[in-house]
C-alpha cells in the first residue's frame, strides 16, 4: 500500500509501483498546487506524470484514486476497481484539471456523481485534454459519463477503446458538456479510430398500447410498445459546437447510441454503427439522436475488430409488467412483432426492451371464445 499526498508540487513523477486499498478524501494520489514560482518569480505550470504505476481498490470521498490540481500526464498505467463514493463525486479513478492520457487500462471503477472512471475539471487553461490507446471497460456512475467525464472543451480521443460502461444519467462511455473552452482549437471534440461497444446509459421505460381495454368478444387484437429513453449510451454531447468523429465503431450500444442536442454540428466519416446500411433510425444499426450520418462506412472498422473487454449484459433490459400496469388473462397471447415469440400470458411477465433499437412492439392476440376475458393496459 502506498499513499502520495503533495501539498505543493513544482514536479513529481512516479514510475511504476502500485497504490492500493487506500481510504481518504481523495484515495490514493493528490496533488494539490496548480502553479508554482519559480526562482526568477515567474508562474510555472505544476506537474504530475505517472508512469507504469497500478492504482487499485481505493476509495476517496472526492475522487477515487487521484486528485490533481495539476498539469496530469498518465502513461500506461492501469487504474482498477477505484471509487469516489460521496454525493456528487467526480472521478472513480481520475479527478483532474489538464489531463494527458496514452495508453493504460481503465477497468471497473466507479463515481457517485459522474466520470466513472475519469472527470476532467471545469478550469479553463491553454492546453487541450488528450486520450490516446486507452482502453476503459466496465466503469461506471450514478451520474454522468460512465468512463469518461469532460467538462471542457477541446479534447481528443484517440485510438481508444470504451466497452461495457454504464451511466445511470447521460453518456453511458462518454459525456462532454462545453462549460469551458480552453483554447480556440478546432474540432472541439476529435474522435477517431475509437471503438465504443455495449456502453449503456441507463434508460427509462415508457408502455404505450394502442388500446386502454381489450375484449375478446369481439375482432380484437392490439398492441403494446415498449420504448427505452436513454441519451447518449455511447457518447453525450452538450453544447458542443464543432465535433469529428472518424474511423471509430459504435456496435451494441443502447439507444441512443449518440446524443447530441440541436445546437451540435457532428461530422462523421468512415465509422461503423452495427451495420452496412448505418445507424437507426434509417439503418439497422445503432440508434442516433441528433446527428445525420450522411456516409457510414459499408464494412466494420479496424477499432471494432479487436475484441472487446466486456462483461455486462446491457443490450436488453426488463421492463417489469404486473397489476399495476398490465392485466393479462389466460386466452390471450403477448407475442413479439418481429419474431413471433411469445412473451408472457398471464398476469405478469417480463417484457424484454431491445434497448439498441430503442423499442420491442408486442401484439396481443384473443381467441375469441364466450368468455368476458379482457386486457386492461396503463401508461405508467
Not at 463525486?89 to 456523481?113: C, M
Not at 449503456?200 to 429513453?229: F, Q
Request: include cysteine; hydrophobic fraction near 45%; proline fraction near 3%.
Amino acid at each position: 500500500k502506498r499513499r502520495l499526498i503533495i501539498a505543493v508540487i513544482t514536479l513529481a513523477v512516479v514510475s511504476g509501483g502500485t497504490f492500493a486499498d487506500n481510504r481518504g478524501p481523495t484515495g490514493a494520489i493528490e496533488a494539490t498546487a496548480a502553479t508554482f514560482t519559480d526562482a526568477s518569480a515567474a508562474t510555472v505550470n505544476a506537474l504530475l506524470a505517472l508512469n507504469g504505476a497500478t492504482i487499485e481498490d481505493n476509495v476517496g470521498e472526492t475522487a477515487g484514486a487521484v486528485r490533481s490540481l495539476a498539469n496530469t500526464n498518465l502513461g500506461a498505467c492501469t487504474f482498477s476497481g477505484n471509487r469516489a463514493t460521496e454525493t456528487g463525486a467526480q472521478g472513480g479513478a481520475v479527478l483532474a484539471r489538464n489531463l494527458r492520457i496514452v495508453g493504460g487500462a481503465y477497468r471497473d471503477n466507479y463515481a457517485n456523481g459522474g466520470g466513472g472512471a475519469v472527470a476532467l475539471l471545469d478550469a479553463p487553461e491553454s492546453v487541450a485534454a488528450y486520450v490516446s490507446g486507452a482502453v476503459f471497460a466496465r466503469n461506471s456512475t450514478n451520474g454522468n459519463g460512465g468512463a469518461l467525464l469532460a467538462s471542457v472543451v477541446p479534447i481528443a480521443i484517440i485510438d481508444a477503446a470504451f466497452d461495457d460502461n454504464e451511466a445511470r444519467q447521460r453518456g453511458g462511455a462518454v459525456h462532454i458538456e462545453n462549460t469551458a473552452e480552453r483554447n480556440a482549437a478546432a474540432p472541439q471534440v476529435n474522435i477517431q479510430r475509437t471503438a465504443f461497444r455495449s456502453n449503456i446509459a441507463r434508460p427509462t421505460l415508457a408502455m404505450v398500447s394502442s388500446e386502454t381495454t381489450l375484449d375478446e368478444l369481439g375482432d380484437d387484437e392490439g398492441a403494446i410498445l415498449i420504448s427505452t429513453l436513454a441519451s447518449g449510451s455511447a457518447l453525450s454531447l452538450a453544447t458542443v459546437t464543432d465535433v469529428d468523429i472518424s474511423q471509430s465503431c459504435f456496435r451494441g450500444n443502447g439507444a441512443s447510441a449518440v446524443f447530441a442536442s440541436a445546437t451540435n454540428d457532428v461530422t462523421t466519416t468512415a465509422t461503423w454503427w452495427g451495420a452496412a446500411t448505418g445507424p437507426a433510425p434509417g439503418g439497422d444499426g445503432d440508434l442516433v439522436t441528433g446527428i445525420t450520418v450522411d456516409a457510414p462506412a459499408a464494412t466494420v472498422t479496424a477499432p471494432c475488430e479487436a475484441s472487446p473487454e466486456g462483461g455486462y449484459p446491457q443490450l436488453f433490459v426488463d421492463a417489469q409488467v404486473d397489476a399495476a400496469s398490465a392485466q393479462v388473462v389466460v386466452d390471450y397471447n403477448v407475442l413479439l412483432e418481429r419474431n413471433g415469440a411469445r412473451v408472457f400470458n398471464g398476469i405478469s411477465g417480463t417484457i424484454p426492451a431491445d434497448t439498441r433499437l430503442g423499442q420491442t412492439s408486442m401484439r396481443v392476440v384473443g381467441f375469441n371464445d364466450a368468455d368476458p376475458e379482457r386486457l386492461i393496459r396503463r401508461v405508467r
